[in-house]
């Protein structure tokens, strides 16, 4: 075999369970260098499952992991970093009163054992964030910076230790548009300079337009796999769900009711600021209102002001009738 062709990091025939449930059953998959490998599939598909066995997080109870074509035992996060393999988890893990090159020099291989140098670290992000497109300021605070700022901060941590093979667990779930347009620059970057990218989604339109290759899981398996000049997403839709999809439903006009819920001026303050300032909105009956944003955005302060389990400031309003739970 020409030395080329063998995949960075492999697993073969992985299977994982948490007690009676499969999470996974025979799954193999690789990842070759200057690729992004998009690993696709509905909530609860095993993608998370499987990305977490390649970074030591989960033990799979059979089959093979291997780098560079040699098998390993994948013991821990830090000996996945070792190896070559980091991880981006959906949910941030890191010091939000800290710098951003502070962050970054406690996920670097061996902080522990040696005096943080300021001036080093700071040096290393600023040609980490040219040569990638990263864009993050490193003597910036952490809770002081966007959700997308942050999350280029958690590439940077895997990026210091000069990882070849990245994964993102849904990367684009907590990014507005334009975040995501500028994550996936990122990426190109990265595949362009022969990382190894995986890539898990549900979104199929984000396979088209990043992935080179994709695995799809459905229940735990690997039910299908395509490049990019073979992805037909009619057919992947129907891998993902299992069944081909019917057309949409013409959606018929209704009139909405009376107003069921009234909402005036209603603010939350918390951590010295305004998490939801001045929301007013009226939900009539037979309504759906959508409310949209990224985490962290003062949807889950909003609901809990709502149901009253969160102090707030307005005035909340059912059929017409001040429910008095919000002081003026």
């Known amino acids: 075999m020409n030395r080329t062709s063998i995949p960075v990091c492999e697993a073969r025939g992985i299977t994982a369970r948490f007690g009676p449930?499969?999470?996974?059953?025979?799954?193999?998959?690789?990842?070759?260098?200057?690729?992004?490998?998009?690993?696709?599939?509905?909530?609860?598909?095993?993608?998370?499952?499987?990305?977490?066995?390649?970074?030591?997080?989960?033990?799979?109870?059979?089959?093979?992991?291997?780098?560079?074509?040699?098998?390993?035992?994948?013991?821990?996060?830090?000996?996945?970093?070792?190896?070559?393999?980091?991880?981006?988890?959906?949910?941030?893990?890191?010091?939000?009163?800290?710098?951003?090159?502070?962050?970054?020099?406690?996920?670097?291989?061996?902080?522990?054992?040696?005096?943080?140098?300021?001036?080093?670290?700071?040096?290393?992000?600023r040609e980490l964030c040219e040569r990638y497109r990263l864009d993050v300021d490193p003597g910036s605070r952490v809770r002081d910076l966007p959700v997308g700022a942050q999350q280029?901060?958690?590439?940077?941590?895997?990026?210091?230790?000069?990882?070849?093979?990245?994964?993102?667990?849904?990367?684009?779930?907590?990014?507005?548009?334009?975040?995501?347009?500028?994550?996936?620059?990122?990426?190109?970057?990265?595949?362009?300079?022969?990382?190894?990218?995986?890539?898990?989604?549900?979104?199929?339109?984000?396979?088209?337009?990043?992935?080179?290759?994709v695995t799809v899981l459905r229940r735990g398996r690997v039910v299908g796999e395509a490049d990019h000049a073979g992805l037909d997403f009619s057919?992947?839709?129907?891998?993902?769900?299992?069944?081909?999809?019917?057309?949409?439903?013409?959606?018929?006009?209704?009139?909405?009711g009376e107003v069921a819920l009234e909402v005036h001026s209603l603010t939350v303050r918390g951590r010295g600021r305004d998490l939801v300032r001045s929301a007013t909105f009226a939900v009539r009956s037979g309504e759906i209102l959508g409310v949209a944003g990224v985490d962290g955005n003062g949807q889950e302060e909003l609901i809990g002001a709502l149901l009253g389990t969160r102090p707030a400031t307005g005035r909340v309003c059912l059929f017409g009738e001040d429910v008095g739970r919000l002081p003026l």
């Not at 033990?59 to 390993?72: N, T, Y």
């Not at 013991?75 to 951003?100: D, K, N």
């Open 21 to 125: 449930v499969v999470a996974l059953e025979n799954v193999s998959l690789a990842a070759r260098a200057g690729e992004v490998h998009a690993v696709l599939g509905e909530n609860g598909a095993g993608k998370s499952t499987l990305m977490n066995v390649l970074y030591g997080l989960v033990a799979a109870e059979s089959g093979k992991l291997l780098i560079d074509g040699r098998p390993v035992a994948m013991r821990s996060p830090a000996e996945a970093i070792r190896l070559g393999i980091g991880m981006v988890h959906q949910h941030f893990t890191l010091v939000s009163a800290m710098t951003v090159a502070e962050n970054v020099a406690l996920a670097e291989r061996g902080a522990g054992r040696r005096r943080l140098d300021r001036r080093r670290i700071e040096e290393r992000v």
């Open 152 to 213: 280029r901060v958690e590439i940077l941590k895997a990026l210091v230790n000069r990882v070849r093979v990245l994964i993102l667990d849904e990367p684009t779930a907590v990014l507005a548009p334009g975040e995501a347009r500028d994550l996936f620059g990122v990426l190109r970057a990265l595949r362009d300079d022969g990382t190894s990218i995986l890539f898990i989604t549900h979104r199929l339109d984000e396979v088209g337009e990043i992935a080179n290759r």
């Open 235 to 256: 057919r992947l839709s129907g891998l993902v769900v299992g069944h081909d999809l019917p057309p949409p439903r013409e959606r018929t006009a209704r009139v909405p």
